[in-house]
């Protein structure tokens, strides 16, 4: 395939490598431009002018007048399989309802879990199958799905059966979460449910091989740091990457525990702080920021302006969860990391591309447009560029998913 009279080729660099603090502030752009690519792979890109002369016989040629090119947004973070929405928790949240009391009234959490054991695993997988499609057509090019709405074993592994069939069948790449501590089942006490977790549900995750990643939601009110820890620690002993769900509704030490055992990364992140921020540093935790739930959730803004002062390789991720953040656009994420959290453009360009591509360690094949890379391209309308497709919040700009 040949694209030709790019407008503006966004990413165009090897990116094989994170964008760190300043580094995310300039993206490599060509301005009238070609693309060459084979069976799946870019092959070659360059300027207009400099252009070879392709044999177009059998060739399909793509015309891009004014048309801007950017690589496929990476989705690090999903709970993309949930049977049902929770709009009605939503209307309570507009009366005053904050999300810790919704829980506490057996909401939240607990009410997709009902929901998900009376789904069938065939009714999770077709309405599973219809959000990843509408992810891809959004310009997602590879995507983290988590469990965690099962609560119990037998639940949890429905949803992670579910997480493969669409690993198996998806067009782009899937990575599967287990997330093993979302909230206490119905029945349970936490010190009881974390033992079972450790003794009885790991051991057989890595038997079965359903997972890439094992997370915790280290939140008062949920799991405490030493009951993640415990999980954790177990869970990377099996060769799992741990993730955290850390410092979101209020600051438990989250970070702290994710720096201490290497963790892949920390995800939310609205309560971090300065020693936080250090830690993370001194680390190669990627530090994960949620924008849809802090806006849903009226939460505030995470310290981002430090983190990218401090030389953090931050990773946006859209969270997509009927609770929180029921949307898995990835744009509209950078919409809100630029309105609402101090993102630059080109910051949320590169959290959203390359850096969430080197978390979920896709970045030889996504992340940025190189030769030898995926060839996962979003193609916009005639006439937009990367600032005005991030400025203009309700619109769709994207015209076609090259893949």
């Known amino acids: ?39 799946g792979r870019i092959q070659q890109f360059g300027p207009m002018h400099e252009q070879p002369d392709f044999n177009l016989s059998g060739l399909e040629v793509v015309d891009c007048e004014g048309v801007s090119v950017l690589p496929g947004f990476v989705d690090v ?14 209307q ?8 810790q009391q919704i829980a506490q009234e057996g909401g939240g959490i607990l009410n997709s879990a009902k929901y998900i054991k009376q789904a069938s695993e065939s009714e999770l997988f077709q309405s599973a199958w219809e959000r990843l ?18 609560l119990e074993w037998e639940q949890e592994l429905k949803m992670l059966g579910v997480i493969q ?18 909230a206490v089942p119905a029945g349970w006490q936490t010190e009881a449910y974390v033992d079972f977790v450790v003794k009885t549900c790991l051991p057989e995750l890595a038997r079965l091989k359903l997972a890439d990643y094992v997370d915790v939601f280290c939140e008062t009110g949920y799991f405490n740091v030493e009951q993640c820890r415990k999980i954790l620690t177990t869970a990377q002993s099996f060769g799992f990457s741990a993730r955290l769900h850390a410092e979101q509704l209020s600051h438990t030490g989250g970070i702290a525990l994710g720096t ?18 250090q830690k993370l540093k ?24 430090d983190m990218l002062q401090a030389g953090l390789p931050l990773v946006i991720g859209s969270d997509y969860n009927p609770g929180s953040s029921p949307s898995g656009n990835m744009l509209d994420m950078m919409r809100l990391a630029c309105i609402t959290m101090g993102f630059q453009i080109e910051e949320a360009f590169f959290a959203s591309t390359q850096n969430a591509a080197c978390l979920l360690n896709l970045e030889k094949d996504y992340g940025s447009i190189w030769p030898g890379k995926k060839m996962h391209l979003i ?25």
């Open 165 to 182: 069939r669409l690993k198996e069948q998806s067009p782009i790449p899937v990575k599967a979460t287990y997330l093993a501590a979302h």
């Open 379 to 403: 193609l916009s309308k005639p006439g937009w560029d990367l600032t005005r497709m991030v400025y203009e919040f309700s619109s769709n700009p994207i015209q076609k998913i090259l893949y």
């Open 1 to 39: 395939m040949l694209l030709k009279n790019i407008a503006r080729l966004y990413g165009t660099y090897p990116g094989t490598d994170l964008q760190k603090g300043n580094q995310m502030q300039t993206i490599p752009v060509m301005e009238q431009a070609w693309l060459y690519s084979e069976n």
């Open 92 to 99: 309570k949240r507009l009366k005053g309802w904050s999300y």
């Open 282 to 305: 001194q680390s190669k935790v990627f530090p994960v920021i949620l924008p849809g739930a802090a806006f849903f959730l009226q939460l505030p803004a995470p310290p981002v302006r």
């Open 133 to 150: 499609q509408e992810v891809i057509a959004s310009g997602t090019c590879a995507i983290e799905i988590k469990s965690g709405y099962g």
């Open 77 to 90: 973070h999903t709970h993309l399989v949930f049977a049902r929405h929770r709009a009605h928790e939503f």
């Open 260 to 277: 201490d055992i290497m963790a892949q990364s920390v995800d939310h992140l609205e309560f971090a702080n300065q020693e936080d921020i």
